[in-house]
């Protein structure tokens, strides 16, 4: 199974990977959990990319592409879900041309539609544990004492890019580059849309739903 989750910031794509992660064992990439992990182990791509992350600037495409590769050749045949890359047609492209010479095709690609005033709700809700990286909602997945985190006892924070003022921003970027990749992909055939405003549990159920109906149709 080799899928692409597209959608806004606070859609759900990262929870929705990991739900197809634990029950059918394929890998999630996510290309912000890879610059944070090249940058913390010191690689040379993650060098490479420090300078633009440290100047808030977007990292270039080559630099994100040839840190997917090399989990693409990592993955000893596994499938994966790619969440929320590519972010531009030109990282698409790339990343077909990456599957091609590896003799792989994409299944499906899955995008969750949520209206903008539910995702600055979402967001600005969304707390997080920086010293493991996970990741609560005060509206749907809330901590069990509010600020502290379940696991560690540690305190919680906002990211900056999480605060309500910096949300709009993120969602115009993210109208600009990424529904071109939308439309590249509904012209390919293999666009799936989900309403994401629904409970988690429904979301999960309806995208099973989709992927079950994409491989009776093989």
């Known amino acids: 199974m080799r899928l692409i989750f597209l959608g806004p910031p606070g859609a759900g794509k990262g929870t929705q990977a990991q739900v197809l992660g634990e029950r059918f064992g394929i890998v999630q ?4 959990d890879l610059l944070r992990r090249h940058r913390a182990e010191g690689t040379e791509l993650g060098k490479a990319a420090e300078g633009y992350m440290q100047r808030g600037e977007l990292v270039p495409d080559e630099l994100i ?3 997917i590769e090399r989990e693409l050749d990592a993955l000893g045949g596994r499938g994966f879900v790619m969440d929320g890359f590519p972010r531009t ?3 698409a492209e790339a990343l077909d041309a990456s599957l091609a010479r590896k003799g792989w095709a994409l299944d499906r ?3 969750f ?11 600005s809700a969304r707390w997080v544990n920086p010293r493991t990286g996970r990741v609560y909602n005060t509206i749907t997945n809330p901590p069990r004492t509010a600020g502290i985190d379940d696991e560690d006892g540690g305190p919680l924070v906002q990211r ?3 605060r309500p003022e910096t949300v709009a921003r993120r969602l115009r970027v993210y109208a600009e580059q990424t529904l071109p990749v939308v439309e590249y992909y509904r012209a390919r055939g293999l666009l799936t849309e989900l309403d994401a405003t629904r409970s988690v549990g ?4 309806e995208l099973l739903h989709a992927l079950r109906q994409e491989r009776a149709a093989q």
């Open 109 to 111: 690609v899955i995008l």
């Open 29 to 32: 990439i996510s290309t912000g």
């Open 113 to 123: 539609r949520v209206p903008d005033d539910e995702l600055v709700r979402r967001l």
């Open 65 to 67: 592409i040839a840190m």
């Open 160 to 162: 900056e890019d999480d």
């Open 202 to 205: 429904e979301v999960t159920h």
């Open 89 to 91: 047609v030109a990282q």
